[in-house]
């Protein structure tokens, strides 16, 4: 009798298969929302984490304001990375990340582009001729509403003096990269993206750098939601340890601890 049982017991467990968190890695991934300016370097340090722990990272990206307001809206993010400090304080106020896993981690500058091709040459400083050399064109950059490096923008060209003759010449694109797909497709003959995306499109180059003094300072925080899975945590350590400095060097961003 105790045979039957002990074979009906293994059966049983054949049967049911091995354990739902081995037989569903998605169970088991973490989901970063990502600003769309670490694209390439967040996808690279996923990779990584991933070898050395054997846990799988998603990745959604798009502008700062859209994944934010994703989150306020219960979409199950773990981890949120901003590209300024405006939506992550967005969400903390509404208690939607926790507060003590939240770091700034890497800086960036902000630059003026052209199709790699363009003849253009300007030199950014108050009153530069910018609405000018655009012609009958636009400049494209985020949606100064809402993306970060329209908001960059717009207050760089404001306290240079001349966002007046722009503001009715902008593509409001809906995040820094949408916007240097534009410049990148020759669709437009300037556009103002952070350096770290310039230096990744062969087709582009840049005009020069905006004065650091013409804007706030460009800053990346980092913060676990208030849903994420224990595992995250160790997701964010790694960004920020020396793997992670190494990788985002490489792409152009500076660290910041």
């Known amino acids: ?28 991934a973490i989901t970063v929302f990502g600003a769309a300016s670490l694209t390439n370097v967040l996808q ?35 981890v ?19 507060p003590q896993s939240r770091h700034d981690v890497v800086s960036n500058r902000l630059v003026l582009i052209c199709p790699a091709d ?19 064109h636009r400049l494209a ?13 717009q207050e760089a060209l404001t306290n240079l003096g001349i966002w007046t003759d722009l503001t009715d010449r902008l593509i409001r694109a809906d995040s820094v990269r949408s916007a240097l797909a534009f410049v990148d497709r020759g669709e437009a003959p300037l556009g103002i993206v952070y350096e770290t995306d310039a230096l990744i499109d062969k087709n582009v180059r840049i005009v020069d750098v905006f004065p650091i003094n013409s804007h706030a300072p460009i800053v990346y925080p980092i913060a676990l939601t208030a849903t994420a899975k224990p595992a995250a945590a160790k997701l964010i350590d790694f960004i920020r340890g020396p793997g992670g400095d190494a990788a985002f060097k490489a792409y152009g961003f500076v660290a910041m601890h």
Do not use: H
């Open 1 to 28: 009798m105790k045979k039957i049982v002990g074979v009906w017991l293994v059966l049983c467990v054949l049967l049911a298969g091995p354990p739902a968190f081995a037989a569903d890695p998605e169970a088991r």
């Open 44 to 78: 690279d340090l996923g990779d990584a984490f991933t070898r050395e722990t054997s846990i799988p990272v998603k990745f959604s990206f798009a502008a700062s304001s859209t994944l934010a307001r994703q989150i306020e809206s219960g979409a199950p993010a773990d």
């Open 141 to 153: 950059t985020g949606d100064p509403d809402s993306v970060p490096v329209g908001r960059y923008a």
């Open 118 to 136: 363009s003849t253009i040459k300007l030199k950014i400083e108050a009153n530069f001729p910018l609405a000018a050399a655009l012609g009958k």
């Open 80 to 98: 949120f990375f901003s590209a300024d400090l405006d939506w992550m304080d967005y969400l903390q106020k509404r208690n939607l990340i926790q």
